[in-house]
Structures are given as structure tokens and as C-alpha cells.
């Protein structure tokens, strides 16, 4: 005989003093919660694959790289993913040298995107490399990319 009494949720037996359980009811109650159980953890809207929280735990990827002077650079990362944006940045120096003699401004940041880059970077369409410019003269108005400068140290960061 199964119990007088059901659980709320998932409707196993819950048996009173007066109820004589059988060995059905323990095998059904089982049946029960193993389906309910397996339902859960494959219902892939709630669950994810181990892929996927390897994708969100590994956002980023950063690296660096030396300048050597050269007005146009390809720099090639080992990043694992396909970047969406990323910045890059030299090391000991600040963002942006105006020089108000000549009204000459350097640039030492870089900022690259799939849709969008500021001067001096660009993001290539293997989305894994970028490229950086030294300006020799002015890329617009008196504004100057220095993103390999020869002997720098730049630091970069990319995002998924």
C-alpha cells in the first residue's frame, strides 16, 4: 500500500504510523526522483556546458610586445578566442605628450574594436592579431600614433 501522505513538489510517499510501506513505493519514489533529477541537470537553458564556463572564465587575454619603429606592424597574439575589443598602452608612459611649443600631441593608447578603433590601432579580421602605427608625420591635425616606438614596452588586453 502506498502512503496516506504525498510531498508537495514531486509526489513521493510520506508515510504516517498506521501505513504499511512495500518495496514498490521505495522503487517508485526512485523512479521519481531519478526523472526529476535528470530532467534538471540536462535542461540546457539552466545548465551549461563545461565549453561555455571555460568561454566566460577565459574573457580576456593580455600581452606585450616591444616597438622596433617601423611605421606599420602587424602584432600576432596567441590569444585563444576571437577579440571583440581590446586596448593597448605603453609601459612608463603617459596616455597622451602634448607638446605645447609646436602643439605636437603623441599618442601612447590605443583602443581596437570588431566595429570601431581609435588612431594609430586597428583590429585585423582574423580578430586574433591587430595592427599599430608610428607616425613619421601627423595622422590628423598634430596628433601622432606611437604605438611602436622602437624600444617600448606596450601591454595590450583583449576581450571576447
Not at 95 to 117: E, H, L, M
Amino acid at each position: 500500500m502506498s502512503s496516506t501522505n504525498k510531498t508537495k513538489k514531486l509526489n513521493l510517499n510520506s508515510w504516517i504510523g498506521s501505513d504499511k510501506p512495500e518495496r514498490i513505493d521505495f522503487n517508485t519514489d526512485n523512479e521519481i526522483i531519478e526523472r526529476a533529477i535528470t530532467e534538471h541537470t540536462e535542461d540546457t537553458v539552466v545548465h551549461i556546458e563545461q565549453s561555455e564556463r571555460d568561454k566566460w572564465n577565459n574573457y580576456m587575454f593580455t600581452g606585450m610586445y616591444y616597438g622596433d619603429g617601423t611605421t606599420s606592424r602587424v602584432i600576432k597574439t596567441n590569444c585563444p578566442f576571437e577579440a571583440r575589443i581590446g586596448f593597448v598602452f605603453a609601459n612608463n608612459r603617459t596616455i597622451t605628450v602634448a607638446r605645447f611649443s609646436d602643439s605636437k600631441k603623441n599618442n601612447y593608447f590605443g583602443f581596437f574594436g570588431f566595429f570601431a578603433n581609435s588612431l594609430g590601432v586597428k583590429l585585423n579580421d582574423d580578430r586574433k592579431s591587430f595592427t599599430v602605427n608610428q607616425s613619421v608625420t601627423a595622422m590628423t591635425a598634430n596628433e601622432y600614433s606611437n604605438l611602436n616606438e622602437s624600444s617600448v614596452a606596450y601591454h595590450y588586453v583583449m576581450f571576447r
